[in-house]
């Protein structure tokens, strides 16, 4: 049996030690990329510091820090960390607070695409063609091959960045249509060059950037691709196109792990999210001449799907038996049966984003046997308190003093 799948008979203890590529965790649930909307200008802010402090805390084995672009251009909000030089003093700062506590700490790395704000940025949008780009309804720039060559150098230059401020591992966003999955996209990537047409093509793009971020970094960092199983939209990248990407990564020996997600934040974010949609509060967090807009139109986009244990489980298991990559299983892991489930299915590790909002200290509870459930409702609140800081509006009163952003 291949070292990425257990039988039931040997699944691992979640709540047990593990190794993730060259780093060593004390369990196996890793807090998902969320963002924080707790950055200004680019740079770390103690509320980040704290944001991520609080989870490692409670008991994660390793938080992920969230989004951090690898060129100016490449964020969804101006006051997105860009990894840079002068970032790496914040950065560094954060992670020695995180493994003060007693976990690892990783860095989401990637490029928005079409999904950055040119209106925040000041930047236009890149995407693989032109495209009309949602948040600011003006044309993306179609991507050169000198922007993928330089867009792929920043990826390793940050990746080296990373290490130096003390991460220990990098998860590369290969999701949500971001710049990378949107040229594995067949309806978003309509190039006729060497990174279009054939998936082998569309590929090309994030097999390129893995191998950058590897050859940079060596083993000095553990390696996770965030990899995109369903766009949620009609003629967008799907499982029967992810397994073999899924197996190309691994053949690579580029990455440790990969994290498997779903969605679209440029025409179907509620995909990944499932649960209940809170268009009202969508609204109220919006600049008064778009507040309308969303008001009316807002269900078209945030389209509502029902809430289950583990909902990408079935599109992951396919992809978790035709791979041996260790895998991070993300979606409804809220509760303590389901993540021993994930152990049983063969994933090495657990994701959880929303449940550790509502409770930074969760796995610590579980642990010490007071509770098995989480006591997030999916209501998906904290979902607009990206624009103040993210937060459960359940656990934390509102707070003004945070940068907006978009959610990763």
């Not at 965030?226 to 967008?236: A, C, I, P, R």
Request: hydrophobic letters at 40%.
């Amino acid at each position: 049996m291949p070292d990425g799948q257990q039988s039931h008979r040997h699944a691992p203890d979640v709540l047990g030690p593990a190794r993730l590529g060259p780093v060593s965790l004390r369990n196996r649930v890793i807090k998902a990329a969320t963002y924080e909307g707790r950055s200004r200008e680019g740079l770390v802010t103690d509320g980040l510091i704290d944001f991520h402090r609080r989870p490692a805390a409670g008991g994660v084995g390793m938080t992920t820090v969230a989004f951090c672009a690898v060129s100016p251009e490449g964020r969804t909000d101006r006051h997105q960390i860009h990894v840079r030089r002068d970032a790496v003093p914040g950065l560094r700062r954060l992670t020695e607070a995180v493994h003060a506590e007693g976990a690892a700490v990783s860095a989401q790395l990637g490029h928005a695409g079409p999904v950055a704000n040119p209106l925040s940025t000041g930047m236009r949008a890149l995407a693989p063609g032109k495209l009309l780009q949602p948040m600011s309804m003006r044309r993306t720039r179609a991507v050169s091959e000198h922007d993928i060559r330089r867009i792929v150098r920043d990826h390793a230059d940050a990746a080296v960045l990373a290490a130096e401020s003390g991460f220990d591992a990098v998860e590369l966003h290969c999701g949500h249509n971001y710049l990378v999955s949107s040229f594995l996209s067949p309806r978003l990537n309509r190039r006729d060059d060497a990174y279009g047409g054939s998936l082998e093509n569309r590929a090309r793009f994030l097999r390129e950037v893995a191998r950058a971020v590897r050859d940079a970094v060596g083993d000095r960092l553990a390696i996770i691709v965030k990899l995109n199983m369903d766009d949620g939209t009609t003629g967008g990248f799907w499982l029967d196109e992810a397994i073999p990407v899924a197996r190309w990564l691994e053949a690579d020996g580029s990455v440790d792990a990969l994290e498997l997600t779903a969605g679209s934040s440029l025409s179907n974010p509620m995909y990944l999210f499932r649960g209940d949609v809170p268009l009202g509060e969508f609204a109220d967090a919006m600049p008064r001449p778009v507040r309308l807009g969303v008001r009316m139109f807002g269900r078209f986009l945030l389209r509502s799907y029902p809430y289950q244990d583990a909902y990408l489980l079935d599109g992951a298991r396919q992809i978790r038996h035709a791979t041996s990559l260790p895998m991070v299983l993300l979606g409804g892991i809220a509760r303590k049966p389901v993540m021993d489930q994930a152990m049983r299915e063969g994933f090495q590790f657990v994701a959880m984003a929303r449940a550790l909002l509502r409770e930074p200290a969760l796995v610590e509870t579980i642990a010490a046997g007071e509770r098995e459930d989480s006591l997030c409702i999916h209501c998906n609140k904290c979902m607009p308190t990206i624009y103040s800081g993210t937060r459960c509006v359940l656990a934390e009163p509102a707070r003004d003093d945070r940068a907006s952003g978009a959610p990763g």
